[in-house]
């Protein structure tokens, strides 16, 4: 062989090894960054950033976006006077924070934050006695209409009144689904009914392992 194509062949094999490992090095990424495939149903396709927002909370303490950062945060919208969604789904909230308790450092770093859409019924005496009903440790929060509907559109959540808003007796139309807030304050992921105990804090484990394994921005 002529002395001079040997270095050729030389950068020619050293081109093939770096291309063997550039087509799997994406593949390795991308196999971390793949959900399972139960999951896939409640990620979000990208994370959402939340609009700032101003709420008060059930003890009359201010509740903003950057109080929401740190820890995982489960987020339902609705009102005390629901008839069955806002408990039922209150009740199994509760059994979701009783199932962790099991993982203490998991248990820790995860708060439930009830949204009351209705504060003309909803003060918060009121509140506080409702949600304290349900867990100790929830937290209950309301506010002007538009400071709770920024929240709501940041979370896809929607909602709507049905009767006479001047009196008392009325209702509140509203989703139903469980909004995941990251400790980066991102919406991540939404949990649609119907939701029980078991299957909503597997999905909940699940999603948590998954998110704090892939790579950050």
């Known amino acids: 062989m002529n002395r001079k194509l040997i270095p050729l062949f030389i950068l020619i094999a050293a081109g093939l090894l770096l291309s063997r490992i550039a087509l799997y090095a994406p593949q390795a990424d991308k196999a971390v960054a793949e959900p399972p495939t139960a999951l896939q149903p409640l990620l979000l396709p990208e994370p959402r950033l939340l609009k700032a927002f101003s709420l008060t909370d059930h003890n009359g ?48 770093d995860t708060r439930i934050l009830f949204v009351s859409v209705d504060p003309k019924r909803d003060t918060l005496p009121h509140l506080k006695e409702y949600i304290n009903y349900f867990h100790k440790e929830f937290i209950a929060a309301t506010g002007e209409r ?12 929607i909602y709507m009144f049905d009767g006479d808003t001047e009196g008392a007796d009325y209702i509140v ?20 009914p ?24």
């Open 194 to 217: 119907p939701l029980t105990v078991s299957n909503f804090s597997s999905d909940y484990l699940q999603l948590r392992d998954y998110l704090q394994q892939k790579p950050q921005d």
């Open 61 to 108: 303490q201010p509740l903003d976006l950057e109080q929401l950062k740190g820890q995982w945060t489960l987020v339902f919208f609705g009102y005390t006077h629901c008839p069955d969604i806002c408990p039922t789904t209150l009740g199994i909230l509760k059994g979701l924070v009783s199932k962790l308790k099991e993982q203490a450092e998991i248990s820790a």
């Open 173 to 192: 139309n509203h989703s139903a689904s469980v909004a995941l807030i990251d400790p980066r304050g991102e919406w991540v992921a939404r949990f649609n």
């Open 146 to 157: 538009q400071e709770i509907d920024k929240l709501a559109r940041s979370l896809g959540a």
